[in-house]
């Protein structure tokens, strides 16, 4: 009882206070914190890679829900207007263009080719667990993309797109409702048979002990009809132990909703095999910099790589083997068009200038942190490689590497009361604030998040 009576007033203290500020020293830019490279040598590190014999593995959180996905068609049922109805009208228009038409019945489909069903039926049978229930569903297993005869969701996609990077297996990871396990098996099995191979993959659920309280305008824990603490999942940073559970050389991370259709994956996979490249050869240059430390090597080796700022070149030599020896991430980042989401920044912290992946949740609107964020020339797409284990094949430990004080304050709604609690230093965020990260601008096309179902539309996500 005393540990949560901690854990409570902690998260008080944080709700209290103001969002944890962050100084940002400047974005980075090209040739300013991100490398840009040339056609030739984006083959030569994926051709590398597709031949290295590195154990790689992918960590995939999904356990969102598609909920979001049909925000438009909720709000119709609800309240019909002007533009949620253009909405409805360009989804039914295109109705035969989304992978999941060809699960209907075909008594349905008829009736939606000919204009015959009433338009809430419809929407109703798409939404509810008495009809389709596409919407009850999480986002990686409603079916994106339709390949041929074959109906393909989330996650059957990403083990087809992922076992393409390297001439070894690949394993998976997914993080998921666990109420959703056998059905995602029954999916996986399904992929199996269709393509006559094995997959190595397996599941984990976001542990609730990490899960944060809630707490109403007042600050008082808010307690449910069952008479416990309300909780609410303590967003992706909790899944830092979940990620730290997997066992490979090299882990990449991706989300859920971000794969294209197989026709249009070429540029994806061929940048995800560079990104894999890339790791391992500044994995290699850091080694022998470490073994065979020297002004000239370190200067050459920054300049190359972009990984430290200016002003680390001050520190002693043993400073900067101390630095070298931090876990290694390769962030792939677009040019930004406007999306929502985190960019790449020089950030100081207790006097370290270092490069940091930035939420807009965790800048102050209302301070000049806003007027550095809004020069960043790019944006964070999570396509990323992390290194899995230490040099000796010893397991990282993950929390010495966390920056516990960039937490998210979170204020929502819970059935008509404002709720307030406190999430966890995101995964790419505040959990891996003390990485040594390399930028590089990759192709825009390897952006195709489905925010909403509409998205489906784009050319990405079409056959052809």
Request: proline content about 5%; glycine content about 6%.
């Amino acid at each position: 009882m005393l540990m949560l009576k901690t854990t409570i007033e902690l998260q008080i203290e944080r709700l209290r206070a103001p969002q944890p500020a962050l100084n940002l020293v400047s974005a980075c830019k090209i040739q300013e914190g991100i490398i840009v490279l040339s056609d030739e040598k984006i083959a030569d590190l994926a051709h590398s890679f597709y031949h290295s014999d590195k154990k790689i593995s992918f960590f995939i959180p999904a356990s969102g829900s598609g909920s979001r996905m049909f925000h438009f068609l909720f709000e119709f049922l609800d309240n019909p207007n002007e533009s949620n109805s253009g909405y409805v009208e360009r989804f039914l228009t295109h109705i035969e263009d989304f992978a999941f038409f060809y699960q209907f019945p075909l008594s349905i489909q008829k009736a939606l080719r000919n204009r015959s069903m009433d338009l809430d039926a419809f929407v109703s049978f798409i939404l509810n667990n008495k009809g389709y229930g596409l919407a009850h569903l999480p986002k990686g297993l409603i079916p994106f993309h339709k390949t041929g005869p074959f109906l393909l969701c989330p996650i059957q996609e990403h083990v087809v797109q992922g076992q393409l990077l390297n001439q070894n297996t690949c394993s998976f990871h997914f993080t998921i409702q666990s109420k959703f396990q056998e059905y995602i098996q029954r999916q996986l099995e399904f992929l199996e048979g269709m393509t006559s191979k094995k997959f190595e993959v397996d599941f984990s659920v976001q542990n609730t002990e990490t899960n944060a309280i809630a707490f109403d305008d007042n600050f008082q824990p808010i307690i449910s009809p069952e008479g416990e603490y309300l909780t609410r999942p303590a967003g992706h940073g909790a899944l830092l132990e979940n990620f730290a559970a997997v066992d490979a050389d090299l882990i990449f991370i991706k989300n859920i909703d971000n794969i294209q259709h197989y026709n249009h994956s070429e540029i994806a996979i061929e940048t995800q095999r560079m990104l894999g490249g890339l790791f391992l050869e500044v994995q290699a240059q850091v080694e022998k910099l470490i073994a065979d430390f020297s002004e000239e090597a370190w200067n050459d080796f920054n300049a190359d790589y972009q990984l430290f700022h200016e002003s680390a070149n001050e520190l002693s030599n043993a400073e900067k083997l101390d630095l070298l020896k931090r876990p290694l991430r390769i962030c792939g980042m677009v040019q930004n068009e406007g999306q929502p989401g985190g960019g790449p920044f020089w950030v100081e912290n207790n006097g370290e200038i270092t490069k940091q992946i930035v939420e807009k949740a965790q800048i102050n609107p209302k301070s000049d942190q806003v007027r550095v964020m809004v020069q960043s020339s790019h944006f964070n797409p999570v396509i990323m490689v992390c290194q899995g284990k230490n040099s000796d094949g010893s397991k990282i430990d993950l929390a010495a590497f966390k920056d516990e004080n960039a937490y998210f304050k979170v204020s929502k709604s819970h059935k008509g009361q404002s709720i307030h609690f406190v999430e966890l230093p995101g995964l790419w965020n505040g959990s891996m604030a003390r990485w040594n990260t390399v930028f590089v601008e990759i192709p825009s096309e390897t952006f195709s998040p489905v925010k909403s179902i509409l998205d489906l539309l784009d050319k990405a996500h079409q056959p052809v």
